[in-house]
């Protein structure tokens, strides 16, 4: 019984895997198909406020969905796997009875 609730949780940790992933590259294309969307099209070139304000734009979703995948992917979850260690250790201490420490 207890590997099947391993199972799900490990289950659900690779769908979030899946959609995070999905997400950030949806955001990431974007970003590219707008840098491209620049350097393809004239007409850009005859307005250069838009293209530079664009560029920015593209660059920043880039820029973003990498860090979405970075931070869910790896550093929230051993944010999360350091918190749970601390809680674990501090309910091992009140389970001993240790109530100081000198």
Do not use: P
Request: net charge negative; no cysteine.
């Amino acid at each position: 019984m207890a590997s099947g609730t391993g199972d799900g949780a490990r289950s659900a940790e690779v769908l979030t895997n899946y959609a995070t992933t999905a997400y950030a590259g949806a955001v990431v294309a974007v970003g590219v198909l707008l840098l491209w969307a620049i350097t393809a099209l004239d007409w850009f070139g005859r307005h250069s406020t838009t293209q530079a304000v664009l560029e920015e734009l593209g660059g920043l979703l880039i820029t973003t969905g990498v860090l979405a995948i970075l931070w869910d992917l790896r550093g929230k979850r051993d944010i999360m796997r350091e918190v749970l260690a601390k809680t674990e250790l501090s309910s091992d201490v009140v389970t001993t009875g240790i109530s100081r420490a000198s």
